[in-house]
T-cell receptor, first 110, second 115 residues
Framework: GESVGLHLPTLSVQEGDNSIINCAYS??????FIWYKQESGKGPQFIID?????DKRQGQRVTVLLNKTVKHLSLQIAATQPGDSAVYFC?????????FGKGTTLSVSS | DGGITQSPKYLFRKEGQNVTLSCEQN?????MYWYRQDPGQGLRLIYY???????QKGDIAEGYSVSREKKESFPLTVTSAQKNPTAFYLC??????????????FGPGTRLTVL
């Protein structure tokens, strides 16, 4: 079964707000995590990744935080835009396979 | 979609028929994967291949078969033994199978509907 999950299936925000999408994982041996964005009818796209020896990693408008103590991963999107509307998946590398969570649907209203 | 193509985008099949989904990549990646995605669900691994002429079962391989005769190609056959084949199928590839920075690039997907 899946060891990665997200706390909320949906998240609605206003344009310009900051968004926080959460993910919990159960495999303490996982050492690599990825966030993917999937737009409707398309394949997932890589957003940002983080290794277990890091607590935080920043990209363009996105930040991933990793709390290994409570096995929690979050994706922060600054100044959310309508184009950010999509399903967001976290994934953990467990051995040789990526395990995906169920996804959070982010809806951004103008 | 990172140099990975899947065809067709939409596929319809009658019950009892086998159907093959195409996946091609020009990224020179060694590893390739097939996932199944159902509404409201995450991706579930069907099969993966680390190298040409080698492939391994994923979590839900029953009713599916694959081949890896060429590095660029990893076709998936959905057989009549698959009891609930209607789903969105995603192909992915990565430079290597294991290790950090093992970013998987995904194709655009094929939506299979069984009539």
């Amino acid at each position: 079964g899946e060891s990665v999950g997200l706390h909320l299936p949906t998240l609605s925000v206003q344009e310009g707000d900051n968004s926080i999408i959460n993910c919990a994982y159960s495999n303490s041996a996982s050492d690599y995590f990825i966030w993917y964005k999937q737009e409707s009818g398309k394949g997932p796209q890589f957003i940002i990744d983080i290794r277990s020896n890091m607590d935080k990693r920043q990209g363009q408008r996105v930040t991933v935080l990793l709390n290994k103590t409570v096995k929690h991963l979050s994706l922060q999107i600054a100044a959310t835009q309508p184009g950010d509307s999509a399903v967001y998946f976290c994934a953990e590398l467990a051995g040789t396979a990526l395990i995906f969570g169920k996804g959070t649907t982010l809806s951004v209203s103008s | 979609d990172g140099g990975i193509t899947q065809s067709p985008k939409y596929l319809f099949r009658k019950e009892g028929q086998n159907v093959t989904l195409s996946c091609e990549q020009n990224l020179n990646h060694d590893a390739m994967y097939w996932y199944r995605q159902d509404p409201g669900q995450g991706l579930r691994l069907i099969y993966y291949s680390q190298i040409v002429n080698d492939f391994q079962k994923g979590d839900i391989a029953e009713g599916y078969s694959v081949s890896r005769e060429k590095k660029e190609s990893f076709p998936l056959t959905v057989t009549s033994a698959q009891k609930n084949p209607t789903a969105f199928y995603l192909c992915a590839s990565s430079r290597a199978l294991a290790g950090p920075r093992n970013e998987q690039f995904f194709g655009p997907g094929t939506r299979l509907t069984v009539l």
